[in-house]
C-alpha cells in the first residue's frame, strides 16, 4: 500500500478514514485563509465498471473518462494564525496529493493552486515550511469561478432570505448570466459576471467585513468575530442609531418614502445623546455597527446592479456566514433601494467561492473535472472527529459541511 496512503489513514478511525487525498486549493485572504481538497474515503468507494484494481474509487465513465468519488472538504483559519493552517495541512499530508496512486499524475505534486493576497504573500513561507510551490490563480477569476460552479453544480446552493425564511432558488443554468456578484471579505469586491470566465469587476468598497470586525473589536472590545456577531443579536441598533421617527417628532416622512422607523443616520443618536462609549451596551454598539454595514453594501450593490441592468444580485465571502441578521439587513436593503425589482440571493458555501475557484482551475491544466452529486449538510467536524491529532482549536471549521461529488479524470 502506498505509503502516503498509510500516513493519512494512519490518523483515523476506519470510519471515517480518509482515502486519498488529492487537489488541495487555497484561497489566502485579508482575514481568512480557506482550504478545500478532495478525499475519496472507504466508505464512498464505488466500483465503477468492476474495476477492481489496487484503487477502488476510480472507475471508467462511458465517456472514457476516469472517475474518483469521494467529498469534497472546506475549512478556514485566521491568517493571522498562518501557522495552524500549515500546521494542519501538514498533518493530514494533504500537500501530497493522491492521485498519483491512482492515475500517475505525480509530475506537479507539490504544486498547489492558491488565490488571494497571501498566495503571493506567503508563497516564501509555503516553500520554506512545506516544501511546496503555491500556484497563484486571480482573485477575480477564482470569485467568478467558484461562484459559476455552485450555481451550476450543487443543488439547493442558492436562496433567498426574506421575513426570516430561507427559500432555495431553482437556478437555470441557461438563465444564469448576467449577475452581479458581491463578494463580502475584508473588503468587498462587486463583479459583473457575464458567463464563464466572463466578467468585469465593476466596483468594490473598503467598508466590507474587516471595517465590522476591526471597528466592533475596537468599539466592544470582543475577542473574536463570533462573540461579535453573538453580541449584535442581544442589542438593539435604536438606542444609538437615529431613526427618522427620532427626528420627525415619532412621525414617518411619507412623502419621499420614509417611515418613522427607518434609520435616518447610523450612530447619530451618540451625537445628541452626549453620552461616552461606555454609556452604551456593547451588543447595542455592535448591531447598530453590522446594520450599518450591511445596509451599506446592500445599497451599493443595488446601486450598481441599477447602472448595468442587473436583476439578480448574488453575495459571498465570510461576512456573511450564513447570518440572519446580515442576511435579513441585505434582503431588505436590496427590497427598499430597487423597490421590489431586484433580489439579492445567498450562497451556502459563501466564504468558499474563490478556493472553489481555485480548485476549479486544476481542470485547465490537468483536463479534470469536478461534478458535485448532491450537496449533504454533514459537519465537516464529523470528518476529522475520529482523528486523535485532531485540534478543533487549530482548525476553525465552524459548521462547515464537506460535500459528495466526483472528479472526472482524463
Ligand atoms: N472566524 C472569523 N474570524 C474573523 N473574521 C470572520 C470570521 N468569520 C467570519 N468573518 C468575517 O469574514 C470576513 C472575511 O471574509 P473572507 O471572505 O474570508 O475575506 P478575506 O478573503 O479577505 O479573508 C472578516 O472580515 C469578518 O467580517
Ligand atoms: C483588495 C481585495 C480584492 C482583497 O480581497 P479580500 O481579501 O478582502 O477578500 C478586496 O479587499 C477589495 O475589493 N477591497 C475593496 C477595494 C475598493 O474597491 O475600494
Known sequence: MD????????NSEPSH????VSHLALDIGGTLIKVVYFSTSR???????????????????????????????????????????????????????????CRNLAKDKNLIKATGGGAH??????????????????EMDCLVAGANFLLKAVHREAYTYVGGEKEFMQIDQNDLYPYLLVNIGSGVSMIKVDGDGKFERVSGTNVGGGTFWGLGRLLTKCKSFDE???????????????????????????????SSTTIASSFGKAVSDYKELEDYKPEDVARSLLRMISNNIGQIAYLNALQFGLKRIFFGGFFIQGQ???????????HFWSKGEAK??????????????????????????LVCNESIQIPVSASYAADPKYNPRNADLN??????????TA
Open 17 to 20: 478514514s480518509f482515502g486519498q
Open 121 to 138: 504573500k506567503f508563497a516564501e513561507l509555503f516553500r520554506e515550511k512545506l516544501g511546496i510551490d503555491l500556484d497563484k490563480e486571480d
Open 399 to 408: 459548521d462547515n459541511e464537506s460535500m459528495q461529488c466526483s472528479v472526472y
Open 344 to 369: 439579492a440571493m445567498f450562497l451556502r458555501h459563501e466564504g468558499f467561492l474563490g478556493a472553489l475557484g481555485a480548485y476549479v482551475s486544476y481542470a485547465k491544466n490537468r483536463l479534470d473535472d
Open 3 to 10: 505509503q502516503r496512503h498509510d500516513q493519512i489513514e494512519g
Open 228 to 258: 461579535l456577531l453573538e453580541l449584535s443579536y442581544r442589542g438593539n441598533n435604536r438606542v444609538i442609531d437615529m431613526l427618522v421617527g427620532d427626528i420627525y417628532g415619532g412621525m414617518d416622512y411619507s412623502k419621499i418614502g420614509l
Open 324 to 334: 440572519p441578521y446580515t442576511m435579513d439587513t441585505i434582503s431588505v436593503a436590496v
Open 43 to 101: 466508505d464512498d468507494c464505488i466500483d465503477h465498471e468492476g474495476d477492481s484494481s489496487a484503487n477502488n474509487t476510480l472507475g471508467v465513465s462511458k465517456s472514457g473518462k476516469h472517475i474518483l468519488e469521494g467529498r469534497l472538504h472546506f475549512a478556514k483559519f485566521e491568517t493571522r494564525n498562518i501557522n495552524d493552517c500549515l500546521e494542519f495541512i501538514s498533518s493530514k499530508k494533504l500537500h501530497l496529493g493522491g492521485f498519483q496512486r
